[in-house]
């Protein structure tokens, strides 16, 4: 199992920026992917950002150009930049871990971000 502890949401005015982390524990394949999903009030969650151990990334059409993913491998965490915030952006945020060759999939427990006007 991998565990996902999330930090870093909060309250932002419009045009600010925020950052997102996410520690995973536990037994981490050397093939898998991390990302962010977020959910807002009566809508599905989507992909944020996702990136894999491999290197490959790829971001949400909404979120290209302002937010990036990156990853410290010696601290199993992966961050969630957010520039240029706007009121759509928030949502609870969810980190993703995912690796099928093991097919271990994880939630992290949510964090909270509220983009205000």
């Known amino acids: 199992q991998v565990q996902l502890v999330e930090s870093g949401g909060g309250l932002v005015q419009a045009g600010g920026s925020l950052r997102l982390s996410c520690a995973a524990s536990?037994?981490?394949?050397?093939?898998?992917?991390m990302g962010w999903y977020r959910q807002a009030p009566g809508k599905q969650r989507e992909l944020v950002a996702r990136?894999?151990?491999?290197?490959?990334?790829n971001f949400a059409d909404s979120v290209k150009g302002r937010f990036t993913i990156s990853r410290d491998n010696a601290k199993n965490t992966v961050y969630l930049q957010m520039n240029s915030l706007k009121v759509d952006d928030t949502a609870v945020y969810y980190c993703?871990?995912?690796?099928?060759?093991?097919?271990?999939?994880?939630w992290g427990q949510g964090t909270q971000v509220t983009v205000s006007s």
């Open positions: 993703r871990y995912e690796s099928p060759i093991t097919d271990t999939y994880s």
């Open positions: 536990g037994s981490i394949s050397s093939i898998h992917a």
């Open positions: 990136r894999t151990s491999l290197g490959n990334i």
